[in-house]
């Protein structure tokens, strides 16, 4: 069993959609959990940092963390065409090493 | 936010010849940076992990004498693929985390095409 997973997609959603991506994680010393957002040939981008469960708001995006369901979200609302591109789930033990395990990534494409 | 940046965004190198790729954190020091692999469609996976003034640790599976990492000052970590062949051929990104328990930027990446 991975660490973390993630459904590749692709997920294909008509623009103004709300997105839901998803993770689930097999570690509970998991303590920080980021969603990175990649385009096409380029590196992943932050988008969201959090630490304990709840929900963090940040413009369109929030981020929604579940720790007793091992269980990390992303909605993105209002999407756009420009939304398009692989999202990827990411998260660490903190401490001293803070090496980030991935998910997949879910690849999305926000139709026009 | 922060910025790392990379050098170079793309090369193409000859078989049996090494090939450097620089990462560099613009405006923060970064106690700790990551090396990654990634191919088409797929995710980021971690080669080493490069703290300043001391080896790198290297991931299972990953040669340390073809991907030599040098993490020389705070702001500056290197990446020397070494005798490259066309299965080196992929994208490499580093990361930087500014210090303990901070977030981790990601650089632009590197495209290395052995040809």
């Known amino acids: 069993q991975k660490e973390v997973e993630q459904d590749p997609g692709p997920l294909s959603v008509p623009e103004g959609a709300i997105v839901s991506l998803n993770c689930t994680y097999s570690n509970s010393a998991f303590q920080y959990f980021m969603w990175y957002r990649q385009y096409s040939r380029k590196g992943p981008e932050l988008l969201m940092y959090?630490?304990?469960?709840g929900n963090k708001e940040d413009g369109r995006f929030t981020a929604q963390v579940d720790k007793s369901s091992k269980y990390i979200s992303l909605f993105i609302r209002d999407s756009q065409p420009s939304d398009s591109a692989t999202y990827l789930c990411a998260m660490n033990y903190g401490g001293a090493t803070n090496k980030l395990i991935f998910g997949t990534g879910t690849l999305l494409a926000v139709q026009p | 936010g922060a910025v790392v940046s990379q050098h170079p965004s793309r090369v193409i190198c000859k078989s049996g010849t090494s090939v450097k790729i620089e990462c560099r954190s613009l405006?923060?020091?970064?106690?700790?940076m990551f090396w990654y692999r990634q191919f088409p469609k797929k995710s980021l996976m971690l080669m080493a992990t490069s703290n300043e003034g001391s080896k790198a640790t290297y991931e299972q599976g990953v040669e340390k004498d073809k991907f030599l990492i040098n993490h020389a000052s705070l702001t500056l970590s290197t990446l020397t693929v070494t005798s490259a062949h066309p299965e080196d051929s992929s994208f490499y990104i580093c990361?930087?985390?500014?210090?303990?328990?901070?977030?981790?930027?990601f650089g632009e990446g590197s495209w290395l095409t052995v040809v």
């Open positions: 405006d923060f020091q970064a106690t700790t």
């Open positions: 959090t630490y304990s469960s």
């Open positions: 990361s930087a985390q500014p210090g303990l328990g901070n977030t981790i930027y």
